[in-house]
Nanobody
């Protein structure tokens, strides 16, 4: 099994940037594809990005494509989500996930980190 801890959330003004981190422990990090989901009360959970084990062909949801970038540092057991040009509609709890492949139903979840975009 793998344990996931997110960090880097906070309050940012519209147009600003944040970088989320997801650090894994437990099982070998390179065994897992790492994804990011977000959840806002009253809305469906949204899969926004995923990077596979080989670090190639990351997935981005249309809502974040061109603004968010996912990357992984296997030496640090960490995946990053660089979020630029943030807008109020990006406000959500962001969750890091892990599974053997990028999937809409990953097995492992972090506890989440709040991102609030507001002036």
């Amino acid at each position: 099994q793998v344990q996931l801890v997110e960090s880097g959330g906070g309050l940012v003004q519209p147009g600003g940037s944040l970088r989320l981190s997801c650090t894994a422990s437990g099982d070998s990090f390179t065994n897992y594809a790492i994804g990011w989901f977000r959840q806002t009360p009253g809305k469906a959970r949204e899969e926004i990005s995923c990077i596979n084990r080989s670090n190639g062909h990351p997935y981005y949801a249309p809502s974040v494509r061109g603004r968010f970038t996912i990357s992984r540092d296997n030496a640090k057991n960490t995946v990053y989500l660089q979020m630029n040009s943030l807008q109020p509609e990006d406000t959500a709890v962001y969750y890091c996930t892990a599974d053997f492949f990028c999937t809409s139903t990953p097995d492992f979840w972090g506890q989440g980190t709040q991102v609030t975009v507001s002036s």
